[in-house]
């Protein structure tokens, strides 16, 4: 598995201040997801308009999201407080990258088992990198599979049928770090978990974007 990890991506006074935004009561929305928010947002980009279905040795888990970017298009008034977080992204690499989606996610703990996940997936069917950036310190790793999903594999209905019956194989876990910044091939299969009862909340930021180079190789 090919990826790149870089910590103390901000400066500590502009973290500070997207956590206290984020975590209090400071007018940013936060909206509930009751089914999983491995899979929902406000607009449903998982797979074209394939509904979720039961995916193996998983728990499906409520939370909160707020999507700032969705395909390319602004869907949300608070995304130029987290523009200096995208250019920061951006600065990592040698060569420009496309977000076309930008989402937070905020978890708490709701009776999931400890080592558990929730539902392996990938963001979108097409070929672009994701990252993550952890917004707070917390439990709650994030697990990636040996399974990919290669778009060379069928289509996208046939895809979304081995997602969701196939056995998934843990390869690593990245361990949720305030200011840590994970960025991986948007087709390996991962999935998030929820925080464990004695942390309040897990906040991440998931970015998809596209580059017409081979980032990992750069």
């Not at 977000?99 to 672009?128: C, I, M, Y």
């Not at 993550?132 to 209905?157: A, C, H, R």
């Amino acid at each position: 598995m090919k990826f790149i990890q870089k910590e103390n991506l901000l400066t500590p006074s502009y973290l500070k201040r997207l956590e206290k935004l984020t975590s209090g009561m400071n007018g940013f929305p936060w909206y509930f997801i009751s089914e999983d928010i491995s899979y929902s947002t406000n607009k449903d980009i998982k797979f074209g308009n394939i509904e979720l279905l039961d995916i193996p040795d998983a728990q499906k888990s409520i939370g909160f999201v707020h999507v700032l970017l969705d395909q390319g298009g602004v869907e949300s008034p608070w995304l130029p407080t987290f523009a200096p977080l995208m250019d920061s992204i951006a600065d990592t690499f040698p060569h420009p990258i496309e977000f076309f989606r930008v989402r937070l996610a905020l978890t708490v703990h709701d009776g999931q088992e400890e080592g558990g996940h929730n539902g392996p997936h990938t963001d979108h069917e097409s070929d672009h990198y994701a990252a993550l950036f952890y917004i707070n310190s917390t439990s709650g790793n994030t697990t990636f599979f040996e399974e990919y999903d290669d778009p060379i594999k069928g289509d996208v209905e046939e895809r979304w049928w081995r997602a969701t019956t196939q056995e998934y194989h843990p390869i690593k876990r990245v361990e949720p770090v305030a200011n840590r910044l994970f960025v991986f091939d948007g087709h390996q299969f991962h999935a998030s978990a929820n925080p464990n009862p004695q942390d309040k909340y897990r906040i991440v930021c998931n970015f998809n974007f596209r580059c017409e180079h081979d980032l990992f190789n750069s």
